[in-house]
C-alpha cells in the first residue's frame, strides 16, 4: 500500500514510518516546509494548503499533526493553537481526500485518552462517552473532523492513544533525567491509573488498524495492562536503579507549577482496555509494564 503520513517527524510518527517500511510498504510524508526528499509532499494546514497530486492513489491516511501537549505552559493561546493545529488541519486533510475521484480506503487519526475525561478505577472500553474538560472538548472536536471523511465512503478510525513510552524522548525521556537522580515520586495522590503503550505496539496496533477492515471508529491504544501512578513510579524506579521519593509530589503544587497541564493531563484517571484490538487479534508485543521499561531502556 502507498500510506500518506502527517507528524512523520514526531516521536510515534517516526516510529510508524519505520514500522510502515519494514512491512513493505511505501509512506508519503507530508511536510511544511519545501520537500527535500521523493518521500515528501508539502501542506500548510495553518495556510490552507495541500499537494492533493501527492494523495492521489493512496490507500491510506495516517494523520498523526497537531502541536505538543506538554512542551510549553498552557496559556490561553497556547490553548487555541493545541485545538486549532488539531481541528483545523484534520479538516483540511479531508476536505482535500473528499475531494479526490478515488479516495483511499482507510483515514486513521489520532485522538487521545483525554477524551474520556476522568474516569476513576472503572475499567472501561471505546463503548465509553465523553468526559469533560479542556482535553476532552478538544478530542472531540478532532475526532468529529476526521469522521467527515466517512461521507466520501472512506473508513476512519480515531486513534485514542494512551502514554506513550519510547527510549527517543516524549513523556519518558521528560521523567528519566529526575528518576536517574533519585528524585522521582508520584504524583498527587498516586491512586490514578495512567494507561500506557510502548512506542513499537503503538506502530504495530496502527498497522493492525489500517490492514483490518472490520475495525472503525474510536480505538484505545493502550495496553490491557493499565497500573496506578504509584506503582509506574516504583517500577520506573527500579528500572533505572533509584529509589524513588517516598513523598507524593501534592496536586496543588503541581498545579501551581505545570498550570492546567496538570490538571487535565497528569491528574486524571484512565483505566482503559484495548477492546477493539484485543478483539480483532492484535497481540501486544509488550503487555507488562516491567517488560516494556526493559525494551525501551
Known amino acids: 500500500m502507498t500510506i500518506i503520513v502527517t507528524g512523520a517527524s514526531g516521536l510515534l510518527g517516526s516510529a510508524l ?26 501542506w ?5 494548503e495541500i499537494d492533493v ?10 494523520h498523526l ?3 505538543s501537549i506538554g512542551d510549553k505552559r498552557w496559556s490561553e493561546a497556547y490553548k487555541r493553537e493545541l485545538v486549532d493545529s488539531r481541528v483545523n488541519g484534520t479538516r483540511v486533510l479531508v476536505d482535500a481526500l473528499r475531494e479526490l475521484d478515488s479516495p483511499p480506503e482507510v483515514l486513521v487519526s489520532a485522538s487521545g485518552v483525554d477524551f ?3 474516569t476513576g478505577d472503572r475499567v472501561i472500553d471505546e463503548s465509553q462517552g465523553k468526559g469533560s474538560g ?6 472531540e472536536r478532532w475526532e468529529g473532523e476526521a469522521r467527515r471523511a466517512g461521507e466520501a465512503g472512506i473508513r476512519t478510525a480515531q486513534l485514542r492513544t494512551g502514554l506513550a513510552l519510547s527510549g527517543r524522548g516524549g513523556a519518558l525521556g521528560r521523567m528519566l533525567p529526575l528518576f536517574r537522580m533519585g528524585l522521582g515520586a508520584p504524583l498527587g495522590s498516586g491512586k490514578q491509573y495512567w494507561s500506557w503503550i510502548t512506542a513499537d505496539d503503538w506502530a504495530g496496533a496502527v498497522l493492525h488498524v489500517l490492514k483490518n477492515r472490520d475495525i472503525s471508529g474510536p480505538v484505545n491504544l493502550t495496553s490491557p495492562t493499565p497500573i496506578t501512578n ?28 505545570l498550570g492546567e497541564f496538570a490538571k487535565e493531563a497528569l491528574l486524571p484517571s484512565h483505566r482503559l482496555m484495548p477492546k477493539k484490538l484485543t478483539d480483532t487479534g492484535y497481540r501486544f508485543a509488550h503487555n507488562s509494564l516491567d517488560d516494556a521499561l526493559s525494551a525501551v531502556l
Do not use: H, N
Open 17 to 42: 514510518v519505520e514500522a510502515l517500511r519494514a512491512d513493505g510498504q511505501e509512506v508519503v510524508r507530508l511536510v511544511r516546509r519545501e520537500p527535500r526528499a521523493t518521500d515528501e509532499a508539502y
Open 44 to 48: 500548510d494546514p495553518a495556510g490552507q
Open 53 to 62: 497530486a501527492a494523495l492521489r492513489g493512496a490507500q491510506g491516511v495516517v
Open 65 to 67: 499533526a497537531g502541536a
Open 116 to 118: 474520556y475525561g476522568d
Open 134 to 139: 479542556f482535553l476532552a472538548d478538544m478530542c
Open 230 to 257: 504509584a506503582e509506574f513510579t516504583r517500577k520506573l524506579g527500579k528500572a533505572v536503579g533509584k529509589s524513588t521519593m517516598p513523598m507524593p509530589v501534592p496536586a496543588f503544587a503541581l498545579t501551581i507549577g
